[in-house]
């Protein structure tokens, strides 16, 4: 019985033995077809290189259109905010014009400081009345 054993034990490390030989020829092969891969790989971009260059100038292209459009949607929403902002300045320096609110009342209104209310209204050629 015993030798029966070490017989299995032999024919087991055998059979190790040879897998491992199956493995690393495969593993050559299989080595062998990624570098002739890569080769194949590097002609197709040569043969392709006038195909891919104007691929990627189109590709190019189109992300500067898509940005310039959404540069132009920004920028009218920012032209929009920044309008509303002035008309709510001016429409306040009118009133505080017209004696029917005070330059405090305006600068609160608008969230400024009475200095840079009082600033904004003179460039915009408002007059501020006298107390």
Do not use: H
């Amino acid at each position: 019985m015993l030798e029966v054993g070490a017989f299995a034990e032999r024919e087991k490390d055998l059979a190790d033995v040879v897998l491992q030989v199956i493995v690393n020829s495969y593993m050559e092969k299989v080595q062998k077809w990624k570098g002739s891969e890569r080769i194949m790989c590097e002609a197709l971009r040569v043969l392709m290189a006038d195909e891919l260059n104007e691929e990627r100038m189109e590709g190019q292209r189109e992300g500067r259109i898509e940005g310039q459009r959404e540069g132009r949607i920004e920028g009218q929403r920012e032209g929009r905010i920044e309008g509303q902002r002035e008309g709510q300045i001016r429409a306040y320096a009118s009133l505080v014009q017209d004696g029917i609110i005070t330059v405090e009342t305006g600068a609160e209104k608008t969230g400024m400081s009475v200095g840079d209310f009082t600033k904004e209204m003179k460039q915009a050629g408002y007059v501020i009345p006298a107390v």
